[in-house]
């Protein structure tokens, strides 16, 4: 659900980890897109949503994303003998950085080297699946 002080979500994502003898190995999935969209069966991405940020007073487009997204999600990946962890991430559509907001109050030019926008995040802890011995 969306922070109301905060912008719209973008999509919700499942990270999974597992090991395969000593290397770690991690996939992301984008589950739940916003503005109707569905993921890509073979990506796991979503398409963008057109989200914008005004550069020049920060403003963000009110347009797209979403307030609230759900779903039930199978592991289409899923190997019922291997270990593994999942996390839940949520991506809100871009806002400015906090280096450009400080630039913009200060009057100065926002620095080359740093983005001038993020997307925030949030994530949950991580569920471990441990096969049956």
């Known amino acids: 659900m969306r922070d109301p002080n905060s912008a719209p979500l973008a999509k919700l994502q499942i990270v999974k980890g597992w090991t395969e003898g000593d290397k770690l190995n991690e996939m992301t999935f984008d589950i739940a ?18 989200a914008s940020v005004d550069l020049s007073s920060c403003k963000i487009s009110t347009n797209s994303g979403a307030s609230e997204l ?23 559509n871009s806002v400015c950085r906090w280096s450009m907001y400080d630039a913009k109050a200060a009057g100065v030019e926002h620095p080359s080297e740093l983005p001038k926008t993020i997307k925030e995040r949030a994530w949950t802890s991580p569920i471990w699946f441990t096969p049956r011995t």
Not at 33 to 50: E, Q, V
Not at 76 to 91: G, H, K, N, T
């Open 33 to 50: 897109c916003s503005d109707g969209a569905t993921p890509d069966l073979k990506s796991h991405r979503c398409p963008d949503n057109g």
């Open 70 to 92: 759900a779903i039930l999600w199978t592991d289409p990946v899923f190997e019922p003998d291997e270990r593994a962890l999942y996390y839940l991430r949520v991506l809100e």
